[in-house]
């Protein structure tokens, strides 16, 4: 065997190793993905349970403001920061969504809801002050949403 042909069979050798070092990586992000998208899902269950909680512990408040009752200083501003907790959350799931890491059967009825929940009550004087604050994309949704 001569040096051309140690240096090819190198060359083989280095081939192989590349393939097999793309195959282990394509293994590991799928791996990391399937985690992220985990981890992704469980952020939002906590981010929905303490929303949960909180309109639980605020109901008598919420059903005050759904009853068409004269509103006082406190209840706008309680209003006001309901929609924005709410913008807050909106928008992760919409960035989840749009990162694949929330199934579309998932996504569809959110969006659904979105649709409605944006017609309450003083959600549009919340929107227009603090809507340029949030993301480029989201703002762009939430606006053809209102437009429809």
């Known amino acids: 065997m001569n040096l051309n042909d140690v240096a090819n069979l190198a060359q083989i050798v280095a081939a192989v190793g590349v393939v097999v070092s793309l ?3 394509a293994v590991q992000i799928r791996g990391n993905t399937k985690v992220a998208s985990a981890q992704a899902r469980h952020a939002i269950s906590e981010f929905v349970l303490r ?3 909180f309109r639980a512990e605020n109901a ?14 406190g209840d706008r501003q309680f209003r006001y ?3 924005v907790q709410f913008l807050l959350h909106a928008e992760t799931y919409f960035h989840h969504h749009e990162l694949g890491l929330m199934p579309d059967a998932h996504w ?4 659904r809801y979105m649709t409605k929940y944006i017609q309450s009550p003083g959600f549009k ?24």
Request: proline share 4%; net charge negative.
């Open 23 to 25: 195959i282990y990586l």
């Open 51 to 53: 929303i949960s909680i």
């Open 60 to 73: 008598d408040r919420f059903a005050k403001l759904e009853s068409g009752a004269e509103l006082t200083d």
């Open 81 to 83: 920061w309901s929609h």
């Open 108 to 111: 569809r009825p959110y969006a």
């Open 125 to 148: 004087e919340a929107w227009d002050d603090i809507g340029p604050g949030f993301s480029e994309d989201f703002t762009g949704w939430i606006n053809a949403l209102l437009a429809t």
